[in-house]
Nanobody, 126 residues
Framework: QVQLVESGGGLVQAGGSLRLSCVAS????????MGWFRQAPGKEREFVAA????????YYADSVKGRFTISRDNAKNTVYLQMNSLKPEDTAVYYC???????????????????WGQGTQVTVSS
């Protein structure tokens, strides 16, 4: 069992920055891939970024590449999402997720993750 708790969301103007955090508990954090997804009203949940257990590999959606950075601190059981140059279309509930046994090839899809946090709202005003 893994528990995930996100924080760091809020309201920011276009062009601004936010850093999301996700703290994990319950299993050895340093052994699994972590991902960030987001869901805007009326839309499906979509992949944002992911990072492998060691931090050696990262993956990004094209829509956030060059603006968002995913990182992790295994000593703190925490994964981060640094979001810069935010746009109104980045407005969504952001979720972190843990990939325990699902294959890495499913990293870009929601079924690639077994555990999810409750989400944190990010609102970008124009």
């Amino acid at each position: 069992q893994v528990q995930l708790v996100e924080s760091g969301g809020g309201l920011v103007q276009a062009g601004g920055s936010l850093r999301l955090s996700c703290v994990a508990s319950g299993r050895t954090f340093s052994t699994y891939t972590m991902g960030w997804f987001r869901q805007a009203p009326g839309k499906e949940r979509e992949f944002v970024a992911a990072i492998t257990w060691s931090g050696g590999s990262t993956y990004y959606a094209d829509s956030v590449k060059g603006r968002f950075t995913i990182s992790r601190d295994n000593a703190k059981n925490t994964v981060y999402l640094q979001m810069n140059s935010l746009k109104p279309e980045d407005t969504a509930v952001y979720y972190c997720a843990a990939q325990i046994t699902r294959p890495l090839r499913r990293t870009w899809w929601t079924d690639g993750y077994e555990y999810w946090g409750q989400g944190t709202q990010v609102t970008v005003s124009s």
